[in-house]
């Protein structure tokens, strides 16, 4: 969840580890820090708690750092409140060794009670600080530093992505990946290690993806992989990135999230490139062609991927005709869940390193079931582990809040669905012609729609941004939208929000709502519409106040605040209201002030449990 970078070269190393974490500042984090040598011989770290501004201006008091070696770290706290002794870089403690790591050592608690046994000390709360000692006690014992680093990691359990500088070798630096993503950027006199590949995107775009279980150590002119288990040398493919900074600029956008949410017409657009061909009626899909249709789908995701996912669901099963279940990743892996030899699991994930995720998809693997996975990184883990991979082609979405990417999860599911539907021959020609027209047309519509969008959300921002408390209800492919319109509000705004099915308000919900606890229902011109309105009035007869996501032939006129959006064919008209969900939920959250593009709290990339 949080950032790292590393950096050895030709350059000033602290501005590039500084420019480096400011790029990964959409993962989010709640404390910053650099370590550095200088001269050769003193190994500096510098902390700050907070977000990067603090730990410049404590980097504005030295202004002679020269070193060209260094890395820094923005901390997403796990073990230990978010104060500066808690901080990343950890130094060992004596003094030779710093260290930055994200994830969790599981067995950090025996680990430490055996060095506090030898007499070591520690200043932080963290798991981290118990790594770097455990190190420098393997050290003592081993010929090599990578050999010590390769012996502690062997003996901490769980996951890690972790790079370590010395003063024994200063002019290196070593790093390793274990359930966490590590990437390793390849320049002209100059190497990096990150995160992300966005902290050094500026300087090259030559990457190598590490896999879990191996190592790298770097200077300036050299790069070598080995096996964490044996230090066994690794060869690896060299890979080019082909989006650029620009990419992931604001683009006079006031935030990260505005920006991604009017980029949703292109990503629908791009989505669809090469994958329908509306003159044969047909989806191409060449991921899917090695498996036979399934007698069962899962989709098993997280957060806003899991809602894509139960949107997905009704298509499958309508289209398809292909029983689904949707699951959320947290719960699935801990369940004994029965799989059968003709089943398929779909693995979504917007990152290709969410943790849980992963851990199912490698359950699933090794109960010899197929997976795919559905994501937007190339070279991610999941990517990469999975049985087949389709790409969101979304580009990179830098606010925390996930908005484009869930637009580009639900196309590339409505394009599966009906890939299924075709090949089995048990969808009507009607349907087929206007889903892929349909999806054909969404760009400019929306093109067209979002600006009057933003409007209505602002207005509505300014009359329930002083609300406790929200319901988002919903029937069908609205109950999904329901479920995300409620996660973006209360990520954004801190106002607590519940997405129901519609019909389970009368189930026990309904006793909350008052004059003071707002619904905002969608209320499709569909064949749910009646049981909509329905619900509707229930919630007015208890004095609630009603925004309505609808159509104008609904004639839906008793609410408090009509929003009418227009109307398209079918479960697209989904396309029309999710951005409207999120507008709404920016709108308010912008207005209150809030960190709009990195909530606090959360982060982009959760590779942690």
Request: net charge negative; glycine share 6%.
């Amino acid at each position: 969840m949080c950032g790292i970078i590393a950096y050895t070269g030709h350059r000033p190393a602290v501005p590039v580890v500084i420019e480096g974490l400011r790029r990964l500042e959409y993962r989010g984090y709640d404390s910053a820090g650099v370590s550095f040598i200088q001269n050769n011989e003193l190994l500096n770290v510098v902390r700050a708690a907070g977000k990067l501004n603090a730990l410049e201006q404590k980097l504005s008091n030295s202004p002679n750092i020269l070193a060209t070696v260094g890395m820094g770290h923005t901390r997403w706290a796990t073990h230990g409140i978010p104060v500066e002794r808690n901080a990343h870089p950890h130094k060992s403690f004596d003094g030779s060794l710093s260290i930055i790591h994200n994830g969790i050592i599981e067995n950090f608690q025996e680990l430490k009670n055996d060095l506090l046994a030898k007499g070591y000390k520690f200043y932080s709360d963290t798991d981290t600080e118990v790594l770097v000692n455990l190190i420098s006690e393997e050290r003592k014992n081993t010929t090599n530093l990578m050999q010590a680093f390769a012996n502690a990691l062997n003996k901490a359990h769980g996951a890690y992505a972790v790079a370590l500088m010395s003063k024994e070798e200063p002019d290196s630096i070593l790093a390793a990946r274990m359930h966490a993503p590590l990437i390793l950027g390849l320049g002209v006199g100059e190497n990096f290690v990150a995160s992300d590949v966005p902290a050094f995107l500026n300087y090259t775009r030559d990457v190598v993806f590490l896999d879990d279980g191996e190592l790298v150590k770097i200077t300036a002119n050299s790069w070598e992989l080995r096996s964490i288990t044996d230090l066994g040398l690794i060869e690896k493919k060299v890979q080019r990135i082909n989006w650029d900074m620009q990419a992931a600029s604001k683009g006079g956008f006031k935030h990260f999230m505005l920006k991604e949410i009017f980029e949703q017409p292109k990503v629908i657009s791009d989505c669809l490139v090469g994958r329908i061909d509306k003159g044969k009626s047909e989806v191409k899909l060449p991921e899917l062609n090695e498996f036979p249709t399934p007698e069962r789908l899962h989709i098993v995701a997280c957060g806003t991927s899991y809602n894509a996912g139960l949107w997905g669901q009704h298509l499958f099963e309508s289209w398809a005709k292909i029983p689904v279940t949707v699951e959320i990743a947290s719960e699935f892996r801990y369940r004994d869940v029965i799989l059968n030899k003709n089943d398929l699991v779909l693995v979504i994930s917007q990152s290709g390193e969410t943790a849980d995720t992963l851990a199912c998809l490698r359950l699933v693997k090794s109960k010899g079931i197929p997976v795919v996975a559905l994501t937007n990184v190339v070279g991610s883990s999941i990517a990469r582990e999975a049985n087949a991979s389709i790409y969101t082609q979304a580009g990179p979405e830098i606010s925390v809040a996930s908005t484009k990417a869930m637009t580009s999860q639900m196309i590339l599911l409505s394009l599966m669905a009906l890939y299924f539907a075709k090949r089995q021959n048990n969808l009507d020609k009607d349907i087929l012609k206007n889903a892929l027209e349909g999806l054909s047309s969404l760009e400019p519509e929306l093109n067209k729609v979002l600006p009057k969008l933003r409007e209505k959300a602002q207005e509505l921002a300014l009359l329930y941004s002083g609300a406790r408390s929200f319901f988002f209800l919903g029937r069908g492919v609205c109950y999904p939208l329901a479920e995300e319109g409620a996660l973006k509000l209360k990520e954004l705004s801190y106002i607590h929000a519940e997405g129901y099915a519609a019909g389970e308000m009368k189930h026990g919900p309904i006793a909350l709502i008052d004059q003071d606890f707002p619904t905002f229902a969608l209320a499709f011109n569909d064949s749910l519409f009646p049981k909509v309105k329905s619900n509707i009035e229930e919630v007015q007869a208890r004095q609630g106040k009603v925004i309505a996501l609808t159509h104008e032939k609904t004639s839906l006129t008793t609410v408090d605040n009509l929003w009418i959006i227009p109307e398209v064919w079918g479960v697209l008209n989904s396309f029309i209201a999710l951005p409207a969900l999120q507008l709404f939920s920016y709108e308010v959250a912008d207005y209150l002030g809030k960190d709009v593009d990195q909530p606090r709290n959360l982060a982009k990339s959760v590779t942690v449990e």
